[in-house]
């Protein structure tokens, strides 16, 4: 929604989300592929490329997993109507996926020597409270997917590179001191996996799903996965950037 309606955080924009006149104005907005603002519900081309994931009102949970288009179908209303209802009736900005990427886009841009990954997701289990809402897929399987699909079956990078994307790259851009390298004084950080095994297994169908392949993880200097099982352990901190 244009960023206008959303000033002043999200009690102000549900309070205007309820007023006939600036309604009208919103889906105008909405509509129109020439406003200044990211539209990214236009860019999917269509409001069945906007996935709900991510509920707060319980009686909005079961429409977890639908999109935004058979919402408004289910509804009889528009997409555009059936957006702002939704922001008003779980009083949140509501968790969505907008399929808007290319593949093809994608493997030009990974390969680049200066770019490095992330998740962009929240750290999330697949049990308890966690089963309240539903997560992208890279929230589960983002860094397996890269050794998996870009290094191992379609052979875009070596996998030094893959790694070096991973670590030593994102903490130099980042100023974080004495991690991302293996190096006599430095925080023991340590993924061990299996290049021939190492897989992802989310999907947008079953996004909360492990990848396999990794048998230990250290976490400064300490063991939280031993053979593929967490021990239990949880010595991570927050980290501060250098400068």
Known sequence: MPPWVQEGGLQEWRKRLQDPAIRARVKREMRDPNVAWDNLYLATGSPDKVLLIGFKNEKLKPLTGKTLGEVARLRNTSPEDAAMDLVVEDDSRVGTVYF????????????????????????????????????????FGNFARVYARYVRDEKLMPIEEAVRKMTSLPVANLGIERRGVLRAGNFADVVVFDPSAIQDHATFDKPMQYATGVSEVFVNGVQVIKAGEHTGAKPGRALKRAR
């Open 100 to 139: 808007l990427m290319d593949e093809d886009n994608l493997r030009r841009q990974i390969v680049l020597p200066w770019l490095s990954f992330a998740s962009d997701a929240d750290p999330l289990g697949n049990d308890g409270i966690f089963l309240k809402a539903s997560a992208h897929p890279r929230a």
